[in-house]
């Protein structure tokens, strides 16, 4: 029961297939009836174990997934989003601050100007320190955008509120009047003890050298996806952000916001910035762990404990089943199965075991990131915490898989130590 006939004349190779098919279904047949009727406890506790810790996993991991994607900041109505792709940026601060899209008020123009978009506004996001009348300074994240006279969402809140335009913009001369609007999050107000009418002074760093006078035009709940946001947030016009954050020098923005017909939206923001990256509303692109560096590393250490407790565990689960399986390897050594056989038939279980946990894990993991956003959504988030994609599907059997592997040495040494005259001696 070996590959030496791999390679070899074509009778040596049907034969090889042969052996091997027989051993596969052997091997399946077995630990069927194993995990049905004779040891079902063991292996479906290894099952078990296996599928916990591929649940807790892909949780972790939709949990990484969702703060890459942007948390609140992202929540929107939009139906396209534009982000700077990595090599194609503006940032004015190289290595410090994200990468942004620049000349965005104008190419924003442009895509308004496109059939089938309703409205395209640059998102601008900056943390600042705002301070009331009598207050303290507080730190507050401010979201600058182009609002336009219908309701829509941005960063959980709605922009009715604002003054529809952007008027210091001035066809990019930054010097036409503020609107010096500001709406604000209940969170961020009840930092501030403002309301609506309180004028709150804005400054970035710790001097008040670009300090400015914003005057509160709402306290808003949510917008109009039903949402809302409990973090500190303030949406303010575009321009007047840019003033404040040095981020007028270039039309700096983080990403651009485009309402309308997804598929003109679409279209028009390929067109407009064909080399950045482009996201349909209602997708979660998996590569953005990758941008994330807090996210990325998450994902790994929570893939590293995953694979190390998950082998650790298999490997102690399957060593001992395989130990108290030594008689019936010794019969099968007496029936002229080689050695090899008999590896294989442990290698196979092993494999088999890891798969179905794996699978069971996946429907765990589901569950799970659904329970996550309910809880989430019930006490302290007003969205998803955590996002499930598809290629979670892979992934997670990817993993059982290789935990399999890294597992299967230790039940192998018990199975290769086991020999018919030890088993009679016994």
Request: proline fraction near 4%.
């Amino acid at each position: 029961m070996t590959g030496d006939g791999e390679g070899g004349p074509d009778g040596d190779d049907d034969r090889w297939r042969t052996r091997w098919a027989g051993l596969v279904r052997f091997s399946l047949v077995r630990w069927w009836k194993r995990a049905t009727r004779t040891t079902t406890g063991r292996i479906t506790s290894t099952i078990a174990a296996v599928a916990l810790t591929i649940a807790l996993l892909l949780v972790v991991t939709g949990v990484a997934l969702a703060l890459a994607d942007g948390g609140v900041m992202s929540e929107d109505d939009a139906a396209v989003r534009i982000s700077a792709a990595e090599s194609n940026t503006l940032s004015s601060v190289d290595g410090v601050e994200g990468p942004r899209l620049g000349a965005t008020n104008e190419r924003a123009g442009t895509i308004r100007s496109r059939d089938g978009v309703a409205h395209a506004s640059p998102v601008l996001v900056e943390t600042v320190r705002l301070e009331a009348a009598g207050g303290d300074r507080r730190t507050v994240r401010l979201v600058g955008i182009v609002p336009d006279s219908e309701s829509r969402t941005v960063a959980g809140l709605p922009t009715t509120a604002l003054e529809p335009g952007d008027p210091q913009y001035a066809n990019g001369t930054y010097n036409g009047s503020p609107a010096g609007g500001i709406v604000l999050s209940p969170v961020a107000a009840e930092r501030l003890n403002a309301s609506r009418g309180d004028e709150l002074t804005v400054s970035v760093g710790w001097t008040n050298t670009s300090a400015r006078s914003l005057s509160v035009a709402a306290v808003a709940k949510g917008g109009t996806g039903g949402g809302g946001t409990n973090a500190p947030v303030g949406l303010v016009h575009l321009s007047e952000l840019q003033s404040v954050a040095g981020a007028d020098d270039g039309e700096l923005a983080d990403r651009v916001l485009i309402w309308g017909d997804p598929d003109a939206a679409r279209a028009a923001a390929i067109d407009t910035y064909p080399d950045a990256a482009v996201d349909v509303a209602g997708s979660t692109d998996p590569s953005s762990l990758f941008d994330d560096g807090l996210a990325f590393a998450t994902s790994v250490i929570a893939l590293l404990v995953g694979v190390t407790i998950c082998a650790s565990f298999v490997a102690t689960t399957m060593g001992m089943t395989v130990d108290e399986d030594r008689r019936t390897l010794a019969v099968l050594e007496s029936v002229g199965f080689p050695t090899s056989g008999r590896l294989a038939v442990i290698t196979v279980s092993t494999g088999i075991t890891t798969l179905v946990g794996s699978l069971a894990g996946i429907c765990l993991g589901a569950l799970g990131i659904v329970g996550v956003n309910a809880v989430a959504g019930a006490t302290v988030a007003p969205g998803a915490v955590a996002h499930f994609h598809p290629v979670f599907v892979p992934y997670a059997i990817v993993v059982g898989v290789l935990s399999g592997l890294v597992a299967v040495p230790y039940p192998l040494a018990v199975a290769a130590r086991t020999t018919v005259l030890d088993e009679v001696g016994r």
